[in-house]
């Protein structure tokens, strides 16, 4: 395929090197001569493994080229590949003026076209970039607009192209991707077409758990050294479990969560940590977190103008009479303190008359019913520890 490279930095050197040689035909740009200079005499970034001999390597084989300006090297091209700067501005955002001037300057360009190219965008954007400001930029062009994060690692950018864990496509129509995954079609790795807004999110969120992950081996290394262990040994301890802990386990958005095992022992490894002068503050947030997810959703609820609640059972999961921490107890609370009917078994109508001595639901707040159908039936909004939360079923 006939691939035009848009910005020659780290990234963009790296997707020019590592397309051409996956025998795609590459033209690189930047608006930095010295930049396309080094392009086609394999000075690519020093500390990009490999990158140097890949340049070369496309430029003998007659598939690397560069080109004085984007017109030269975007008018024959079937995709375009976005890879310039989106540095953070002082207010805590991407800076998105060379993204934006790009596609600003392609529009006319690819106008000529006799089919449409595919515009991808692989520079860092923020959430909704995509959908606002570039999608008004191409309103009425035939031009396919595509995000396509690069999930490269510095210093690492060639191994991590060719050998990726996933590919991420986002595209407002779903044929728009067919061009990408051509290109990408040598890599063995899954390829996960999505709309512009989630793969946008998903970049940022990659960075977002790696940031996370960082921090908190080096908040549960720094309680290790207070109480005199190793915290390599309890770090590969708790890597060691491939079922739980590095898996998909807990990594699925819902609920927050309950229980009477997460809250305590979070709570007892930071009160431990202090008594040895250790601070946790990343620690310290998640139970911060969970409790004010678990009051905007009592919020929302009550902003929707739901008048009624079934719960279907009040233990902390499915499968356990434990009451201790749940979060369904809680939000049951919650509901009957906005003024929103709950309804439950008579079971966990005593549980919740127990946990909330102050209020017997003399004001009318508070219904019991006997059968699960009843509950489905009647109340607008139902929760269970068996399936979370979902509307009534309107099916008779």
Not at 203 to 214: G, S, T
């Amino acid at each position: 395929m006939r691939v035009c490279v848009v910005g020659l930095g780290r990234m963009g050197a790296a997707t020019a090197a590592c397309l051409a040689h996956l025998r795609h035909q590459v033209v690189g740009v930047d608006r930095d001569p010295a930049r396309v200079d080094a392009l086609l005499h394999g000075g690519g970034p020093a500390v990009e493994r490999k990158l140097a001999h890949l340049l070369r390597e496309g430029k003998k084989a007659g598939r690397l080229s560069g080109a004085s300006t984007l017109e030269q090297a975007a008018s024959h091209s079937e995709i375009i590949l976005v890879c310039v700067d989106t540095p953070v501005t002082g207010r805590g955002m991407f800076n998105v003026r060379n993204v934006v001037d790009v596609c600003r300057r392609l529009r006319p360009i690819v106008a000529k076209a006799r089919r449409a190219p595919v515009i991808a965008i692989r520079s860092t954007l923020a959430p909704g970039t995509s959908a606002g400001t570039l999608a008004a930029l191409y309103d009425g062009c035939r031009i396919r607009l595509c995000v396509n994060p690069d999930f490269t690692r510095e210093g690492h950018a060639v191994s991590d192209f060719m050998e990726p864990g996933r590919i991420v496509i986002g595209v407002s129509r779903k044929s728009d991707s067919k061009p990408l995954k051509h290109l990408y079609q040598p890599l063995e790795a899954p390829i996960f077409v999505t709309g512009w807004t989630e793969a946008e999110l998903v970049k940022v969120a990659d960075n977002a758990f790696h940031a996370l992950k960082i921090t908190f081996a080096n908040e549960i290394a720094s309680i290790c050294r207070a109480f005199g262990t190793n915290p390599e040994t309890v770090m590969s301890l708790l890597r060691a479990d491939r079922k739980l802990n590095i898996a998909e386990a807990y990594l699925k958005p819902g609920l927050p969560f309950g229980g009477p095992c997460l809250s305590k022992d979070i709570s007892v490894l930071i009160r431990s940590a202090r008594k040895r002068g250790v601070r946790t503050a990343l620690l310290q947030s998640i139970l911060r977190s969970n409790d004010s997810q678990i009051g905007t959703i009592a919020d929302e609820i009550a902003r929707s103008g739901v008048r009624s609640v079934g719960f279907l059972g009040l233990s902390f999961k499915a499968g356990v009479m434990d009451l201790r921490g749940s979060l369904y107890l809680e939000l049951a609370r919650r509901f009957r303190s906005r003024g929103i009917k709950v309804l439950c078994s008579h079971y966990d109508e005593k549980a919740l008359i127990e946990d909330d001595a102050s209020n017997l639901g003399a004001d009318g707040n508070f219904a019991t019913a006997q059968a699960r159908r009843k509950i489905s039936r009647e109340a607008d909004l139902v929760f269970s520890p068996s399936f979370g939360m979902r509307p009534r079923s309107r099916a008779r």
